[in-house]
């Protein structure tokens, strides 16, 4: 018998797949717990269906990553941190302050388990941090770190 299968299942496969099982493996364990369905003309069509748009998703989804891509790649923010005798910082910029500067500076939303930094930023200057915004996308975000005037 051929199921499609709504969830992913150990021993037979990824969701989507369509599989070969014995009747009463279907009958008694894969479609009373719902992880598949009988694969009749009707499924199998609304399967196809299902696929087209999650391509269809997946590209707008890659499109307003590269777009805002660009937008990051033109765009910096400033922070500011306190500075000590001899231009020594206390504390560095963390992800997560990045992350509030963009949502202050540029109005964009931006997780902060996306942004990147490779080393702490300590000191005053610019740096740039990687914005990982899709699996296929990233972008460099220049930070300018000035000194804070209080």
Known sequence: MKVILLQDVKTLGKKGD???VNQGYA???V??????VEATPQNLNDL???NQNDAKVAA???AEAKALAERLEKASVTAS??????????????SKEIADLVKKQLSLTIDKKKIVVKEPIK????SRVTVKLHPEVSAELTVNVVEDKK
């Open 18 to 20: 369509i599989v070969e």
């Open 123 to 126: 000191g005053l200057g610019t």
């Open 48 to 50: 196809k269906l299902k």
């Open 60 to 62: 707008e989804q890659l």
């Open 81 to 94: 941190i306190k500075v000590g005798e001899g231009g020594r910082a206390f504390g560095s910029i963390s």
């Open 27 to 29: 009958r008694n364990f």
């Open 31 to 36: 479609l009373p717990k719902k992880l598949g």
